[in-house]
């Protein structure tokens, strides 16, 4: 190929590559712009928070226990010859519950009542012999020694009555403890030992027959810490009850299938020694249970009244978030845009917060969408109500 025609291809390659590039720009150019769509914004729920009168509760856990409890043991020994009561049943006062055989102290019973018949009629004798004595010593008819014999003797009978009597008495009493009775109003346990059998009776090895616990009131007991303790003793003295650490001061209780506290009580002892091993001091709340619901050992939850009822601003927990240390809250401003608000919380309410500073009544806080929110953000609100809070 010749100079001329390498030069005229190398300029057609040339005209061809400047109309490919400015295809593709007039391609480019009438392509249309894509569109940027600004996402909505986001919803969110918003109420204004609760104004009510409060109440500061502390919770503690604990166990029921008995008022009185008592364990029933034979005072004597013998065969168990009857048990007249229902295991778990109710039981008042002075009612039978065991019988033990009887012949036995019948037979000891009449025997001390011979031995005293015996002694009353010694006695009479010597009483006889010591007046003859007087009046045969007073014409000096016996000698002084003969004379302070039978006084001695007379003496001396006197003292066998009384001995006697006093094992009629234990006899008696002996008798009388065949027959076990209820010794306080409760409910009792099961039968430890079933008719026919042996028991022992006085002394530390006397046998336990059942128990009884006694059921309304109850107490519950459990351990606060030392500042709490302080707390309660001056809210004493300040309401002029410097005699006492308490002056039945309410508390409310649950069981374990319970959610709310539905049984009123108050706190009447405070232990006037601390444990040193764990810093703690024990509380004992006093409660009515007419019902028998409540059973001593069953696991409870008690609270003592912390405070006076004061009025307070109220939040639910959910709508409290956290930054590192601060906590805060989102407010929603006339724009609709939110706004980062710090706060300072007081006592939990159930499910609300006490909140003590940074809010106002009038505000209208984000309680639902909480979620990736930022200061400035424009929200869609639904305004909502909150619930008031049970009374406290």
């Known amino acids: 190929m010749n100079t001329v025609a390498s030069g005229f291809v190398s300029h057609l390659l040339h005209l061809s590559l400047i109309g ?10 009438n392509q249309p712009h894509s569109n940027i769509q600004t996402p909505p914004p986001p919803n969110v729920k918003i109420a204004q928070p609760l104004s009510q009168e409060v109440t500061e509760w502390d919770e503690y856990t604990g166990r029921i226990d008995a008022v009185s409890s008592v364990d029933i043991r034979a005072r004597v020994s013998g065969y168990l010859e009857r048990i007249n ?4 049943s109710k039981v008042s006062k002075g009612d039978l519950l065991f019988e033990i055989d009887p012949k036995p102290f019948i037979a000891q019973l009449q025997y001390t009542q011979a031995e005293l018949e015996s002694a009353k009629v010694k006695r009479e004798l010597a009483k006889n012999d010591l007046e003859r004595a007087e009046r045969l010593f007073k014409g000096k008819a016996i000698s002084e020694e003969e004379h302070d014999s039978r006084s001695k003797g007379a003496r001396d009978s006197i003292a066998s009555v009384q001995s006697a009597e006093a094992n009629v008495n234990t006899a008696k009493l002996n008798l009388e403890y065949t027959k076990i009775r209820a010794p306080i109003d409760g409910r009792i346990g099961r039968e430890l030992i079933t008719e026919g059998n042996l028991v022992s009776g006085g002394g530390g090895d006397a046998t336990r027959l059942t128990f009884i616990v006694s059921t ?3 107490y519950v007991y459990v351990d606060a810490d030392e500042h709490l303790a302080l707390k309660y003793r001056r809210q004493a003295q300040q309401r002029g009850n410097k005699s006492k650490n308490t002056e039945q001061m309410p508390a409310q209780l649950a069981v374990s299938d319970e959610a709310d506290f539905p049984h009123t009580g108050y706190l009447d002892y405070i232990s006037p020694r601390a444990d040193t091993a764990t810093g703690t001091v024990s509380l004992r709340g006093v409660f009515s249970n007419p019902d028998d619901l409540l059973s001593p050992g069953f696991f409870a939850r008690m609270r003592v009244r912390a405070s006076s009822p004061y009025p307070a601003l ?9 930054d590192q240390a601060e906590h805060f809250i989102w407010v929603v401003n006339q724009e609709n845009k939110v706004e980062y608000r710090k706060v300072s919380l007081g006592a939990p309410i159930g499910q ?8 106002t009544a009038q505000e209208w806080i984000i309680i639902e969408g909480l979620q990736k929110m930022m200061p400035g953000v424009q929200v869609n609100p639904e305004r909502i109500s909150l619930t008031p809070s049970k009374a406290e």
Do not use: E, M
């Not at 490919?20 to 150019?29: A, R």
């Not at 109220?314 to 956290?322: E, G, I, S, W, Y």
């Not at 609300?352 to 809010?359: C, F, W």
């Open 85 to 88: 009561f229902n295991a778990g």
């Open 314 to 322: 109220l939040v639910p927990d959910r709508a409290v978030a956290t």
């Open 216 to 218: 309304d009131p109850v």
């Open 352 to 359: 609300y917060r006490v909140i003590t500073s940074g809010l």
């Open 20 to 29: 490919c590039i400015s295809i593709i720009s007039t391609g480019c150019d």
